[in-house]
């Protein structure tokens, strides 16, 4: 290796180090007490290595070779969905019993040995991890506080950051009776690979029917994490993107419509994803940031400016993911990639605290997308905490 490629392989590598965060054993011990306390203390001490000068434009020209789902818009997934069988028992018409349910196995998820087995060598295709830069620079960018904006608009830079300096009308009410937040899923059933070994199964689906083990799972988590944190928050788990793809945003809409209607208390609607990312080789790629020995999936904020179909209050909804993503940043370092502001609807209209939230991708597995889901609790309760 030469000594110029010697630096910029060197440069790569320092660019995309983790950030280590002293105290992060309160996120994931489980304990709601101590998730309480974490919030309300806030103790976290944080280091993080200087990016060289030189290891910038290295890795934006690496980078540039991954165009992740999100970015691109909806898209087919190219894989079929893996359809659960019913489970619901039957009747045995002769002898009036029940059948058995079959049980699905379940793999460690770093268990190369049950990897190798399942899957045949002509099936395994590379899984990179990469930790994205969490802070971008150039003319596109804006900030607020830790967080990092890419402005993907006609909109000028300059005036969506006068948007996000700008008081937030947006508030919740901690401890309410009523539902404040509601969680949704458009591509309900999204899922995640199930071994962190580095490399996947090319024939194995990334959607399933089954909500233990697809996006709908990971919803769940960010739901019951919200509720011990005092959030009142409800999980709409409906399937939209099955057994038709097409139109999954229309029945969303029709989803989040009826739930307003029930619950009208609902100012905050997140529709949780999780995104794909696959270099043109066909190499998957994992968004990870590791935090105190655990490996979580890091996460984008989507927030829409609207397309052929206006969102007349998108400034409120950015306003929310600016101010999101720079609680999640500080308290987790790392943990996000910069919010995508660009021309989607994703209906962003029907609530000034609407957000798509990419959690990972098809080539994270699920415990590292549950584990970023109690970093979004965290982040949004630290948010509206008093």
Known sequence: MSRQAGRRARDIAMSVLSIGIVGFAAVFGGAQTAAREYIQRLG?????????????????????????????????????????????????????????????????QNDLA????????????????????????????????????????????????????????????????????????????????????????????????????????????????????????VHATEYHDYPS??????????????????????????????????????????PVVEIGGEKIAQIMIVSGAGDDQPVPEFRENLKFAARLQDSAESLFPGFTRPVYFAYRYYNHDLTPGSLVIEVGSEGNTLQEAKNAAKCIALSLANLFRD
């Open 114 to 233: 049950a990897a190798e087995a399942l899957i045949p060598e002509e099936r395994r295709a590379p899984l990179e991890q990469i930790q994205f830069a969490s802070t971008g620079t150039g003319g596109n960018y804006f900030y607020y506080g830790a967080g990092t904006l890419n402005n993907a608009t006609e909109y000028a830079t300059s005036e969506m950051q006068s948007v996000v300096d700008s008081d937030m009308a947006l508030d919740i009410e901690m401890n309410a009776t009523e539902p404040q937040v509601l969680i949704v899923h458009t591509h309900s059933t999204e899922s995640f690979d199930r071994f962190d070994v580095g490399f996947y199964d090319t024939e194995y689906p990334t959607r399933t029917t089954d909500s233990e083990n697809n996006i709908v799972a990971v919803g769940q988590v960010l739901c019951d994490e919200l509720n011990a944190l005092g959030i009142n928050t």
């Open 245 to 286: 793809y097409n139109n999954s945003y229309s029945r969303s809409r029709v989803t989040v419509q009826d739930y307003l209607t029930r619950y009208p208390s609902i100012k905050i609607v997140l529709d949780i994803h999780r995104d794909g990312m696959q270099r043109e080789d066909g190499t998957r790629v994992k």
């Open 44 to 108: 976290i001490v944080s280091a993080s290595l200087a990016v060289p000068d030189a290891g910038i434009p290295a890795l934006r020209e690496y980078m540039q070779t991954i165009v992740s789902d999100a970015e691109r818009g909806e898209t087919e997934p190219d894989l079929p969905v893996l359809v659960e069988p019913d489970n619901t028992q039957q009747e045995d018409a002769q002898a009036g019993e029940a059948e058995p349910e079959e049980t699905a196995p379940v793999y460690d």
